[in-house]
């Protein structure tokens, strides 16, 4: 082997060890690596595919590169250390080891194992041989049993069970030849793998002279009594995974008011006080000593890195077998553990319970009725680990006992109950979870009073239950009421009346009054902040919901702004890899979206997803959140087959974790459906969604707003497959439920309606499409803001971006056909119809045709001042666009007068701010430069361009034509200066973000050029004169 591998250290080296079981492969392997020197040596334990994934999952963790084997394995292919990789126990057939070699042409490789088909791997060396076969064989012989196909069976999953290993083999053979009773071995082995694995073979003619467990059982009985003690407790545990943080965190145990007395945690708190120093604080030092005992003998392993322990499989289960008695050791473990459990800060919970379910699932497994003192600390591991079916049957046992001993009214079998509802609530159970919180909140309104801390926190729990049920108005009424008492009891300013400030926004939010949750949570960050300084957590949590309903109101800067800050404290205070800083990356991602800056969500997403991965698990909901949230944004990006492979990823897992029924499993359900939907393949979508909404009217009923949504969906796949009555008599109900429960001016409602519309407008019900439309665009303008679009038909869109990428031409062409066909299809009255006579009329002007722009753009104000109203937006935008049209044939007085009026209404209907009042000043500013009152005009374009500026950003088009038209007008003023410097901007954004050839950057050329000639600059003026000429040339 030492000459194999010092010889062309150019390439990849693979030397496999094969044969009989127990003959020394894994020792001379060993061997042989402790007399060489490698840079890096990992060991593979590849007995099982998931303990090959677990080892190379291992090394991408220790090196930093990622969570997962591919990582690791793309670690291997790029390092060029000298690097081992041992592949040991490498005995089963069905598992192929190409999928775990590093795919390069260096790096040294052992693989030992019992399967001789390895060898084609490479360099080979027999030591011994014993496949399945064999060994099934072996024990047939020893067990004097004929070689059926049933018996070989049998003999094969014993020969399996006892790792292949020959002398346990033997053994096995040598007790059912006794027993004749092949059958029923491995019964008996596993209630008595101690007992059965130390018997002698009589009248062995074997050369082994010692049964399994004798070699082990000499070394054990070298150890001190602590060490033999902690190898005990330690094989109650997972064999991986050990730290000396679960001793030290347990032996800082405060006997919280729940804690079993402490009579009856004298053993454990003995066994931990062996490793406490004389003034009581953890001793590394001893836990050091007593580890590196067991260490020497080999019957327990260290990482280094990791600073995790672990114990071999085969000596794990041997060393559960040391004691006559397993019950008091196991109890003491479990104690131990749930002491650590119970010591652990909330804020570190959800990480530590990955770390530890491992152990606590293992104590479960091996004496469920032996936790039942720490199993309220064992239920919390399971709940915020997401495994919450496992938490259901814990929380369930503590209620059973805390009613049983304690009584029903006993404040500990309230909060038994109360933790047995929130995990009801986490499994998409709310019936279940209303049904215990308000039984909770019945007994301590009762016991305690309606003013006590219990009973308020049982009412915010219930709220929340009502809220997943759909049940808006009662979470209200409950979250005002806590609010109320809360105020009374503690003040306005205390933690627990912000958070109930904090809830009852979110309630409002969920009714659609966005307003009314911006000021809620507005007032709790200003208090946060005043209170307890703008970098606590609770004042950033403040600032992310407030953020989420700028979003909800389209004020998606402000969004973003906050959000990048929080992510910043976030960062900063509790690090990268907090699960609080992750959830402020992931919803920074969600306002990129909404900004539809998809490639930024996109940088941030598989960030947040890694990491989450990598901390919590690829199977915890934050995890399967994070998912599903970047298979979103390659949606949005058009990846759709990366989107569809997350998302069906998802829905196994929820389906596997959760159920088929819960919540999220419906939601995953519906996202790929969406997908589905995007990609044309809108069958596949309909059978989908067909599910979902079955589901969710069983499970929630069909008032619920999760059902009104899958509706939604599957009418809209309805309308995609040409079934526009089916999709018709969906919509109808929708929104018939939508206003009766959440009111016609709910979001929900507002969607529901512009859906419908589009129904009618398929089935050729121009004028129900019309009312319904008319009716939204009223309802957004005056809720959120003109962020509804209606625009039926693609070739309007089109035609828009040829008029702002100067080809009016074209555009012209295109809004021709297109005011043709909305009048011929919908009628000259339709919403549509006039705006794409308004578009039409925009490009007249552009292209001078201004008499032509002046005829259509009267009519346009005419429908909607009736179709409207004189106060509606689009009426006051129709006034506006008519009022240029006036300036650009003279009639500067008509324009004035229109434009003032528009200018008024605006700043009284939409705010000072709102992009329509912004673009009114700016038309009364032109105008009042055409009449000669440029001062006037002057003052209104200096505050046009400070609000696009604050509004859309520096480099907006409509911020840069602000800025231009301030230019012209210092420029009249003669403060050209002034104008030159704003000139020069405009024109270098423009270049920049328009090219040369663009019809505005042209005028930009122009104007300061002449600017250039007022100030003398006649070279600057010349240059650009001729960059003009050559520019117009190529056109």
């Not at 530890?356 to 680990?385: C, M, Q, T």
């Not at 496992?390 to 304690?406: C, F, H, N, T």
């Not at 609530?425 to 016991?447: C, D, M, N, P």
């Not at 604050?950 to 480099?955: E, H, M, S, V």
């Amino acid at each position: 082997m030492h000459h194999f591998f010092a010889t062309d250290p150019g390439n990849q080296h693979i030397y496999v060890l094969y044969g009989l079981g127990g003959a020394g492969k894994t020792q001379i392997a060993l061997k042989f690596i402790e007399e060489s020197s490698f840079s890096d040596l990992f060991l593979v334990d590849t007995s099982k595919v998931e303990t090959i994934e677990t080892a190379l999952k291992s090394i991408a963790v220790s090196k930093s590169v990622g969570d997962s084997a591919q990582d690791a394995l793309m670690w291997l292919q790029s390092s060029r250390n000298k690097w081992l990789l041992f592949f040991d126990n490498t005995d089963d057939p069905k598992i192929d080891l190409n999928d775990f070699l590093p795919k390069c042409n260096h790096g040294n490789i052992i693989i030992t194992s019992r399967n001789p088909e390895l060898r084609s791997y490479g360099a080979h060396t027999l030591v011994s041989d014993m496949e399945e076969a064999e060994a099934a064989t072996l024990l047939l012989q020893r067990a004097n049993k004929e070689s059926s196909e049933e018996n070989v069976k049998l003999a094969a999953a014993i020969v399996k069970e006892l790792y292949y290993l020959p002398l346990a083999i033997v053994q096995a053979g040598a007790f059912i030849s006794k027993s004749e009773d092949l059958e029923g071995y491995l019964a008996l082995y596993h209630s008595n793998r101690a007992k059965l694995l130390s018997e002698k073979a009589a009248q062995s003619h074997d050369d082994y002279a010692q049964t399994v467990y004798t070699t082990w059982q000499i070394s054990f009985n070298q150890l001190s009594h602590l060490a033999a003690t902690f190898l005990q407790l330690c094989s109650f545990l997972h064999y991986t995974g050990i730290s000396e943080d679960m001793f030290s965190t347990a032996s800082k145990y405060d006997f919280p008011s729940w804690s079993p007395p402490r009579e009856e945690l004298q053993e454990p708190l003995e066994f931990l006080s062996q490793f406490l120093g004389l003034t009581g604080e953890w001793n590394s030092l001893k836990f050091l000593d007593v580890t590196n005992e067991i260490k020497a003998y080999s019957l327990i392993s260290f990482d280094a890195k990791t600073k995790l322990f672990s114990i071999h499989p085969l000596v794990h289960a041997w060393s559960r077998s040391t004691s006559l008695d397993e019950e008091p050791l196991q109890s003491c473990m479990s104690c131990i553990l749930g002491m650590c459990i119970t010591e652990i800060p909330k804020n570190e919970i959800q990480l530590a319970s990955v770390r530890l379910i491992p152990h606590v699932f293992l104590l479960k497994s091996v004496n469920p009725d032996g936790v039942a003192d720490f199993r309220r600390a064992f239920w919390e591991i399971y709940y915020e680990a997401g495994k919450f079916k496992d938490a259901q049957g814990i929380a369930e046992q503590v209620l059973e006992k805390s009613q049983l001993i304690l009584g029903e009214d006993h404040p500990h079998t309230l909060l038994a109950m109360g933790n047995l509802a929130s995990t009801y609530f986490k499994l998409g159970e709310f019936r279940k979870a209303e049904k215990s919180e308000l039984l909770v909140l019945e007994k301590r309104t009762k016991l305690l009073g309606e003013d006590h801390p219990n009973t308020l926190a049982a009412m915010v729990n219930l709220a929340a239950t009502c809220s997943k049920l759909g049940e808006f108005r009662k979470a209200q009424e409950l979250t005002v009421l806590v609010l109320e008492r809360y105020t009374k009891l503690v003040g306005k300013d205390h933690p627990d009346t912000l958070t109930a400030m904090a809830n009852l926004a979110v309630t409002y939010s969920d009714l659609g009054e966005i307003q009314k949750a911006k000021d809620g949570q507005i007032l709790v960050l200003e208090k946060r902040t005043k209170l307890l300084g703008e970098d606590h957590p609770d004042t950033l949590m403040a600032m992310g919901s407030l953020a989420r309903t700028y979003s909800d109101l389209g004020e998606i800067q402000k969004a973003k702004e906050v959000q990048i800050l929080v992510l910043e404290k976030y960062t900063k205070l509790l690090g990268e890899d907090h699960p609080g800083t992750l959830m402020a990356m992931g919803n920074l991602a969600s306002m990129y979206s909404n900004l539809q800056e998809f490639t930024k969500a996109e940088e941030l997403e598989p960030l947040v997803l890694e990491k989450r991965r990598k901390l919590l698990g690829i199977d915890h909901p934050d995890t399967l959140r994070a998912m599903t949230n970047l298979a979103t944004t390659y949606s949005n990006l058009a990846e759709f087959t990366k989107a569809e492979e997350l998302e069906v990823l998802v829905l196994e897992k929820h389906t596997k974790l959760l159920g088929e029924d819960h919540p999220d499993t419906l939601l995953a359900m519906g996202n790929l459906a969406l997908t589905y939907f995007n990609i044309g393949e809108f069958q596949k979508a309909k059978e989908l969604e067909v599910l979902v909404l079955e589901r969710r009217t069983k499970l929630l009923g069909e008032d619920h707003p999760h059902t009104l949504l899958a509706m939604n969906n599957l009418a809209s796949t309805y309308s995609k497959l040409g079934e526009f009555q089916k999709a018709k008599k969906l919509q109808v109900l929708v929104l018939e439920k939508d206003i009766k429960l959440l009111g016609e001016n709910h979001p929900n409602a507002l969607r529901a309606m512009a859906n419908l519309a589009t129904t009618y407008s398929n089935l050729g019900e121009f004028t129900k499409a019309e009312e319904l439309e008319v009716l939204v665009l009223e309802k957004h303008t005056k809720l959120l803001g003109e962020d509804h679009s209606d625009t039926l038909l693609a070739t309007g869109n089109l035609a828009l971006t040829y008029s702002n990428i100067g080809e009016f031409q074209k555009a012209k062409e295109l809004e021709v056909l297109m005011l043709e066909k909305c009048t011929e299809l919908l009628g000259e009255d339709h919403p549509d119809t006039v705006s794409a006579m308004g578009n039409l009329a925009a490009t007249y002007s552009a292209l001078g045709e201004v008499q032509k722009a002046k005829e259509l753009k009267v009519l346009v104000l005419e429908k909607r001042t009736k179709l409207l109203g004189e106060d509606h937006p689009s009426t006051l935008l129709a006034a506006g666009n008519l009022a240029v049209t006036y300036s650009n044939i003279g009639e500067f007085q008509k324009a004035k007068e229109l434009e003032v009026l528009v200018l008024d209404k605006c700043i009284k209907l939409l705010g000072e701010d709102h992009p329509d009042t912004v673009s009114a000043m700016g038309n009364l500013a032109a105008t009042y430069s055409r009449l000669g009152e440029v001062q006037r005009a002057k003052e209104l374009k200096v505050l046009v361009l400070e609000k696009r500026t604050k509004l859309l950003g520096a480099d907006h088009p409509d911020t840069l034509r602000a800025m231009a038209n301030l230019a012209v007008t210092y420029h009249s003023l003669g403060d050209f200066n002034k104008a030159q410097s704003l000139g020069v901007e405009v024109l270098q954004k423009r270049r920049q973000f328009l090219g040369d050839k663009h019809p505005h950057t042209i005028l930009a050329m122009e104007n300061l050029a002449g600017t250039y000639e007022m100030l003398g600059h006649q070279e600057e003026m010349e240059k650009l004169q001729q960059l003009i000429e050559d520019t117009k040339k190529s056109l």
